[in-house]
């Protein structure tokens, strides 16, 4: 374990953030590892069984359902919340637990309360995936949190940013406690953080500086030799994207444990600069919404969140790729975070349990968000986010 007093110190953090117990928070080193512990242990204690997910995410996400022994079964996304759509999910008697996404940072308090429900009518464990928003679980109308367990992660690119490390809130007042037991049992006993990952997390900031220097052909090549080596840690391995995770689950170093806690400590400056951009966006592209030129989530539209991305969905993959081109040829940076399914996309569809990666037509909702997202940046000061809006409504009326 890493050290005592740094591991209690972002125990004690992350409650203080949340309004909860410190002793209710797990960290590990990666979210997906802590997503496989939990489902190894839901398999233990329930048998094996179906997961209910969506397919607009990360495949690592989905990964952890199939490393356990589970299979993911996917519903389509309310088109307004980007989340699973509470009436339209796939339970059934397999099902043992059914997961919330707050996709980009997005909640809406009164859908996110109809999904946990549905999940607890139906038996089974209500998990919530806060990867793209550390720090916030959804919560009832009296400021409870609904879910059973939550994750929260501190990878690359997200919100309270560190690289690497991850947290997870168990619900202590969940209904079957012999299944809170296990849960608590399976993040509390994981092994000590590999040695050699250590290095290579140390090394990770200079490692993806100098690769992404190189040729692409030349990257690819190194990056999962690097990766099996165990001297590179990709954001995403090969191996990740056909149904497997890339290392066994354990704790955090030290180290990464003090990196959370660093990107705890700017979580807040994080958050106020995201949220002056998406008030911006919100308040720029609204209108073209209202027009129909342009479809925006009406959870990005609502109280105004610090979103990790403000996201547009276009009536095609085509007309998403060149919104894109676009925002870049304009001097500003625009990736397609979502697009493809399971992002960046699956190289093994059948290890998912689909017959195409490409195609969603059995979940339309889904196949439109997931064709047409055009996921804006909202790390940038007022004057990116006025620009890129400029060029977003440009680009939309032209």
């Not at 607009?56 to 759509?85: H, K, N, Q, S």
């Not at 996709?103 to 999940?119: E, M, N, S, Y």
């Not at 919100?159 to 969940?174: E, K, L, R, V």
Request: glycine share 6%; with cysteine; hydrophobic share 45%.
């Amino acid at each position: 374990m890493p050290g005592l007093d740094g591991f209690e110190t972002l125990r004690a953090n992350l409650a203080e953030r949340t309004g909860t117990e410190a002793s209710d928070w797990y960290p590990t080193f990666r979210t997906r590892h802590a997503m496989q512990a939990v489902f190894e242990a839901l398999r233990a204690h329930r048998g094996a069984g179906e997961v209910v997910t969506q397919l607009f995410t990360c495949c690592t996400a989905v990964d952890p359902i199939i490393a356990a022994g589970m299979t993911p079964r996917y519903g389509d996304i309310d088109a307004d919340t980007l989340a699973l759509d509470a009436r339209a999910l796939p339970l059934s008697e397999a099902s043992r637990a059914v997961m919330l996404q707050h996709t980009f940072g997005l909640f809406d308090q009164a859908a996110d309360q109809a999904l946990i429900d549905a999940a607890h009518a139906a038996g089974v464990l209500a998990l919530e995936d806060s990867a793209h928003c550390a720090c916030h679980l959804s919560r009832g109308a009296d400021g409870t949190p609904l879910a059973d367990v939550s994750f929260h992660s501190f990878g690359v690119q997200k919100m309270a940013s560190s690289d690497f490390g991850a947290a997870t809130w168990i619900n202590p007042h969940m209904e079957d406690q012999g299944l809170y037991q296990a849960l608590v049992d399976a993040l509390t006993t994981l092994p000590a953080f590999d040695r050699r990952l250590d290095r290579a997390a140390r090394g990770y900031d200079f490692q993806i500086r100098v690769l992404m220097h190189l040729p692409a052909a030349v990257r690819h090549a190194l990056w999962d030799r690097l990766a099996r080596w165990r001297v590179f840690i990709p954001s995403v391995s090969s191996e990740e994207r056909a149904g497997r995770v890339s290392y066994e689950p354990s704790l955090p170093s030290a180290w990464v444990t003090e990196h959370m806690m660093a990107g705890l400590a700017d979580l807040k400056r994080q958050e106020d600069r995201s949220l002056e951009a998406t008030r911006i966006f919100a308040r720029e592209l609204a209108p073209l919404a209202r027009e129909g030129l342009v479809h925006i989530p009406a959870a990005a539209l609502g109280e105004p969140r610090a979103l990790l991305r403000f996201p547009l969905v276009l009536e095609s993959a085509a007309r998403a790729d060149a919104l894109v081109e676009a925002i870049v040829a304009s001097g500003c940076y625009c990736d397609t975070w979502g697009r493809p399914a399971l992002f960046p996309g699956a190289l093994d569809a059948q290890a998912y349990g689909l017959a195409s990666a490409e195609d969603l037509s059995a979940w339309p909702e889904t196949s439109r968000c997931v064709g047409g997202v055009v996921p804006l940046y909202t790390s940038v000061p007022p004057e990116e986010a006025l620009s890129v809006s400029q060029t977003v409504t440009s680009f939309l009326k032209s």
